[in-house]
């Protein structure tokens, strides 16, 4: 079975940066899979932050394109999202998820984690 463990969610001012991780366990090989990072605002839809296949090609929402970088440690079986020049919209919970395929985006995967709140003051 696989499973998700996301940390680094944190509270920071606006400008600030962090950098969450996704532990993947009960998976043979993460590098076969597609891993991505969607948000979650209560009562609003999941978003699609990032995602990243088993070749290493990154597909980021609008929003985040250019601040925000998704990365993967296949032999750690860990997936990273480094959060740059943080903004108040991007307070939300955000969740670490994991697909055989991208096709669908990161916020339809199979697979996703509990989740890490992330909030930005402004």
């Known amino acids: 079975q696989v499973q998700l463990v996301e940390s680094g969610g944190d509270s920071v001012r606006a400008g600030g940066s962090l950098r969450l991780s996704c532990v993947a366990s009960?998976?043979?090989?993460?590098?076969?899979?597609?891993m991505g990072w969607f948000r979650q605002v209560p009562g609003k839809e999941r978003e699609g932050v990032a995602d990243?296949?088993?070749?290493?090609?990154?597909t980021y929402a609008d929003s985040v394109r250019g601040r925000f970088t998704i990365s993967k440690d296949n032999a750690r079986n860990t997936l990273y999202l480094q959060m740059n020049n943080l903004k108040p919209e991007d307070t939300a919970m955000y969740y670490c998820a994991a697909d055989w395929s991208c096709g669908l985006g990161s916020a339809h995967m199979k697979y996703r984690g509990q989740g890490t709140l992330v909030t930005v003051s402004s």
């Open positions: 009960g998976v043979t090989r993460s590098s076969t899979f597609c």
């Open positions: 990243i296949d088993e070749l290493g090609v990154t």
